[in-house]
């Protein structure tokens, strides 16, 4: 894994359940550092136009959410469209750990909950106030972009 230095081993790979799109591993090397590897449909299967190129999306709009909010986003390490390596776009990103919110809301208390809601009300504050000088899918967007700036109007993460 030379995106992880030449002498990277492997140690364990788990297939992360519960995305829409892509196929997701969390993978864990001898150096104890944690990463999901994301890996792309084949390109023989069809998908709807706004689905295409969703990988080069999902990876311009994470990095461009990093830069331009205090949203919690996990870094790209990594990534390739080349198709050298194996017959697939992939990407490598910071593991976070944690589990979906929707699977937590009944262990909160009302105080918890509350907390948390304005926190997630704050996040949202923050995408929504993102502005920008296009209008369409993400990559239609990006290729619009004029001084760093665009309007997300369609981002699936998964």
């Known amino acids: 894994m030379a995106a992880f230095g030449h002498n990277s081993k492997i140690i364990s790979i788990e297939e992360l359940k519960g995305g829409f799109f892509n196929v997701a591993y969390f993978i864990t090397f001898e150096n104890n550092m944690k990463t999901v590897l994301k890996v792309a449909h084949s390109n023989d299967i069809k ?29 790209v390490f990594y990534y390739n469209f080349s198709k050298n390596f194996i017959n697939r776009d992939y990407f490598f990103m910071e593991y ?63």
């Open 47 to 75: 998908v709807l136009r706004c689905e295409k190129d969703i990988m080069k999306s999902e990876i311009k709009a994470l990095n461009f959410i990093a830069n331009n909010t205090r949203i919690p986003t996990p870094t």
């Open 96 to 158: 976070i750990h944690g589990k979906p919110l929707d699977q937590l809301y009944d262990h909160f208390s009302e105080d918890e909950f509350l907390y948390i809601s304005h926190q997630v009300g704050a996040y949202a504050k923050q995408f929504h106030n993102m502005k920008g000088n296009a209008f369409g899918y993400t990559l239609q967007i990006i290729k619009a972009i004029k001084n760093g700036q665009m309007l997300l109007f369609h981002l699936l993460m998964t």
